[in-house]
Structure formats: structure tokens, C-alpha cells
């Protein structure tokens, strides 16, 4: 059978988490690196120009790094990183969810506020995605510069009243991810889960590599550090243990991260969105957020998420509502009935292309 194709940049946070994915699965695969030209390539065949893409031997395209995951673990079941365990099943979903979406920003602000940082990951973008233009460099990397920087710090809602909070989510991630790390190699077991792979998304491309961020991390968190090498280096096939039996109780600060900030913030957003705004204004944890982007996608995820909530079963939905309710995570979940985001309807995904109500934000 010939490899599945990874379309993708050796520098984007959800190219390395789906790399991560594929080689720890130990599917084959070939790595593209994308150029303008396959980046309209993939705008044709998903919907969206957005990465990671992978293309099957049929020919199909995908894209969306979670249910790509789910797709794939359908179809190589063995060593599974989705738990069976149904309460540790959702809570590794409410993890990966978590690790993606709220830790895109301050991933965003190290790489790009920094001025160390946003000259060395100018000139990585353009040698790897610009490198056939015939524009001079000097002129591509200022290009790529500011326009990281008002897309994706600026209009992202980080200044100067946001700046020290953003950078407090980074922080204090890091401190419960070690507090985690200093007992098991992985977050629920000795195994990795879909979990891990969502926090690898920013430790492993941004905050482990980009020149200020690695430097704390080494400095405060070597344990994390060690992780993210560990789980990059890790196979299915040679990776001894099992999934924890039960949630263990240093999660509990994470849990309570995701009640106090996350939730309330994915709230605030499907209101947004449901208004028919473009931009709003959230308070997160007492700090004022400006003109923040709506995203389509965020209210998709809050719809997943009580989704997942609900599939855990009847037996086991007292149990669910304890666990949550104890962490601050219960109410904020289930403060919308009906989100209303109007994203994949079909149900087609990883498959078809959707329109999203946001920059291009998974890359």
C-alpha cells in the first residue's frame, strides 16, 4: 500500500501533533512540505487553506487534526490512544480540546511578541514555505513578521492588560504538566492518550523549540521537556504499561484551569457567534479580553464536547457529573443547551472542507 501523504510545515502546532500521532501509531507516511502552490491545492480538494492535510492512496484529502485522529484509530484499533475507560475517554477528549484551543494564544504571543523568536521563525517560514519566491528575502521575512504578528498576537486580543495573563496560562501549564510528569511518563498512564497529543501541539513546535518559551521550559519544567522528546521518540508497538483506572488526583488543578477559564471563555464565544458578531469582548478570569475573534470552530468545539459528555454511559453519568462538578467543569459545559455552530452539520468530517468563522487558525 502506498504511504499516506502529510501535508505540512515542519514548524506548525498541529503539523507536529499529527506527525507525532502518525509516528507513534507507526503508520506510514510521507512528509510534503507545503508551498503556495500546494497550499491552494489543498484549499481545492478540503475547503479550507489550512494544515495539516493528509492525502489517502485513494486520493482523498482530510483535514482536522482530532477527527483525523478518531478516523485512524477506527482503523489501527491496536494500542489505542483514545481510553476505553468512558469517564477517562472524556476527560482525555476535554484535555486534548483544552490543549489545543487555549494554548494556541500564548503559543502564538511567545513565538511572535518576542523579538529574538519572530526573527528566527520569519526566516524558518520563509526557507521552508516561501523559499521558490523570487521576492528577496529580507522583504519575506519582514512580510511574515508583521503580518504573524497583527494576525495572530494583536488581533488575537493580546496587549498590554492581556500580556501578563496570556503568559500565565503558559506557566501555569507548565507547572501542573511537571507536577504530572514527576510521577508518570504520560498524562493518564504509562501509555500516551489522545490527551497528550493535543499538549503536544504546543510543546513541541512552539513552546519546546521557539527560542524564549524552550528557554523557560528548560528552566522550570525539564520534566515537560523530557516529555515531549519521550512521546516524540515513542512507538505503539514498544511502549509497555496501560491507561490509568481511575483519574488521578494531580489532574484536579488542570480541571479546575478548564472550569475556571476555558469553559467560561468557549460560553462566551458561542454567545458571540450566536449574536452574529464578528468580534467580542470576554472576560477571562477577571481580565478583559478586546476584541477577541469569534471562531465558528470553538463553538463546534463546545458542541463536542457535550456530545462526548453524553456518551458516556447512564451508569457512569452521576460518576461524570461528581468528577466535574468537584473541578468547577460541570456548569460551564452544560451553560449552553444547544450551541448552535452550524460547522459539519453533515457529520462529513475529517472529510469535507467547512468554512471557518476564523483566520486560518490550525497551522
Known amino acids: 500500500m502506498t504511504n499516506i501523504k502529510l501535508h505540512g510545515l515542519r514548524i506548525s502546532y498541529y503539523t507536529g501533533k499529527m506527525e507525532g500521532y502518525l509516528r507513534y501509531k507507526e503508520i506510514p507516511f510521507d512528509f510534503v512540505v507545503l508551498n503556495p502552490e500546494r497550499m491552494r491545492l489543498l484549499k481545492q480538494k478540503t475547503g479550507a487553506a489550512q494544515m495539516p492535510a493528509v492525502e489517502l492512496p485513494d486520493g482523498r484529502f482530510m483535514t482536522d487534526t482530532t477527527p483525523m ?13 483514545i481510553p476505553r475507560d468512558p469517564l477517562l475517554k472524556f476527560v482525555s477528549h476535554l484535555l486534548e480540546d483544552y490543549a489545543e484551543e487555549w494554548l494556541w494564544r500564548p503559543a502564538m504571543h511567545y513565538r511572535w511578541s518576542y523579538k529574538p523568536d519572530r526573527m528566527h521563525l520569519s526566516r524558518k517560514i520563509v526557507d521552508e514555505l516561501l523559499v521558490d519566491s523570487p521576492t528577496p528575502g529580507f522583504l519575506k521575512r519582514a512580510f511574515i ?14 496587549d498590554k492588560n492581556t500580556w501578563d495573563h496570556v503568559e500565565s496560562i503558559y506557566l501555569n501549564t507548565l507547572e501542573r504538566l511537571e507536577a504530572i510528569f514527576a510521577s508518570r511518563p504520560y498524562l493518564l498512564g504509562s501509555r500516551p492518550t489522545l490527551g497528550d497529543f493535543g499538549f503536544f501541539a504546543s510543546m513541541f513546535r512552539h513552546f519546546s523549540q521557539d527560542p524564549t518559551a524552550s528557554d523557560i521550559m528548560r528552566c522550570r519544567a525539564p520534566g515537560v521537556y523530557a516529555w515531549q522528546a519521550r512521546l516524540w521518540n515513542a512507538r505503539a508497538s514498544s511502549t509497555q504499561g496501560q491507561e490509568l483506572s481511575e483519574l488521578p488526583d494531580d489532574l484536579d488543578s488542570m480541571l479546575v484551569d478548564i472550569g475556571d477559564a476555558y469553559l467560561p471563555y468557549l460560553n462566551a ?22 476584541s477577541v475573534p469569534v471562531s465558528q470552530y470553538r463553538v463546534w468545539c463546545l458542541e463536542q464536547l457535550q456530545l462526548r459528555a453524553r456518551e ?52
Open 145 to 158: 513578521r508583521r503580518r504573524q504578528h497583527v494576525e495572530y498576537v494583536k488581533r488575537d486580543g493580546v
Open 69 to 81: 485522529i478518531v478516523w485512524f484509530e477506527e482503523r489501527y484499533p491496536d494500542q489505542p490512544v
Open 269 to 290: 464565544n458561542a454567545l458571540a457567534w450566536r449574536s452574529g458578531l464578528e468580534r467580542f469582548d470576554p472576560v477571562i478570569q477577571g481580565i478583559q479580553y478586546r
Open 312 to 363: 458516556v454511559p447512564e451508569e457512569q453519568q452521576e460518576q461524570l457529573k461528581r468528577m466535574l462538578e468537584s473541578r468547577g467543569c460541570w456548569s460551564s459545559l452544560f451553560e449552553l443547551d444547544e450551541p448552535m455552530s452550524h460547522y459539519d452539520e453533515g457529520g462529513d468530517a475529517p472529510f469535507r472542507g467547512r468554512k471557518v468563522h476564523y483566520q486560518n487558525r490550525r497551522t
